[in-house]
């Protein structure tokens, strides 16, 4: 798989519109998105595996072998984040989403160990309004057991029912568990996103 680091942007307005489908991932500050996105694309360093969480807040875009962009949006809900701050993000992420055509789907990312919080049933409630495709993925499996995993997931199969029937995906980045099931689930909604017409 190629991927290549396209820009860091500041505002939706920067992220290119070429008529590539583009998958945007979501989730909590710290909860192993860059890992994952790391995983996924088969680079140790794409995205930036991070031990001072919150310090992220722009869109990062990938073009994943020049078929598709990756776009990496600021995690949210770091709670010693300023206000203003919290809500600087919340406007980029929500006018990112709001704004381009292209978007096919969100990866919206759960650690496994803990619960839905707020942050994400207002994400998942803003998605689901603006109908927006979700995939909910339950990343850092390998911290459980396996019996523990099967506990986590009853769980969270329950909490995301209203908002993504599919199940979540369960994944690993230390162990890619769940590797190749999400990359077949972005393949298969970046093949239905709309064509651009042909020049
Ligand atoms: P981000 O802030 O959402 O981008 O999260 P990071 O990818 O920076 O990960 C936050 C912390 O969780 C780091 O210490 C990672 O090493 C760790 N982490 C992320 N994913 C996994 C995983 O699948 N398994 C384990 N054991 N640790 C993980």
């Given at each position: 798989m190629s991927a290549d680091f396209v820009i860091s942007a500041a505002?939706?307005?920067?992220?290119?519109?070429?008529?590539l489908p583009q998958v945007a991932f979501a989730g909590?500050?710290?909860?192993?998105k860059s890992s994952l996105l790391n995983a996924l694309t088969g680079?140790?360093?794409?995205?930036h595996v991070s031990?001072?969480?919150?310090?992220t807040r722009l869109l990062n875009v990938y073009r994943i072998n020049n078929a598709m962009y990756f776009v990496d949006l600021p995690g949210y809900g770091?709670?010693?984040?300023?206000r203003a701050m919290r809500e600087q993000w919340g406007r980029l992420i929500t006018a990112y989403l709001r704004t381009s055509p292209d978007l096919c789907a969100v990866v919206a990312i759960f650690d496994i160990r803990r619960e839905l919080s707020g942050d994400d049933e207002d994400l998942l409630h803003w998605l689901a309004a603006h109908r927006i495709p979700i995939m909910a993925v339950l990343t850092k499996?390998?911290?459980?057991?396996r019996m523990r995993q099967q506990v986590a997931l009853r769980y969270w199969a329950g909490a995301l029912a209203p908002w993504s029937p599919a199940g979540p995906v369960l994944f690993s980045a230390t162990t890619r568990t769940g590797r190749d099931e999400l990359l077949g689930l972005i393949a298969e909604a970046a093949a239905r996103a709309p064509r651009p017409p042909q020049e």
């Open positions: 505002k939706p307005a920067q992220v290119p519109r070429d008529g909590r500050s710290n909860v192993g680079r140790k360093r794409l995205a031990g001072t969480p919150g310090r770091f709670a010693k984040a300023p499996a390998d911290k459980l057991s």
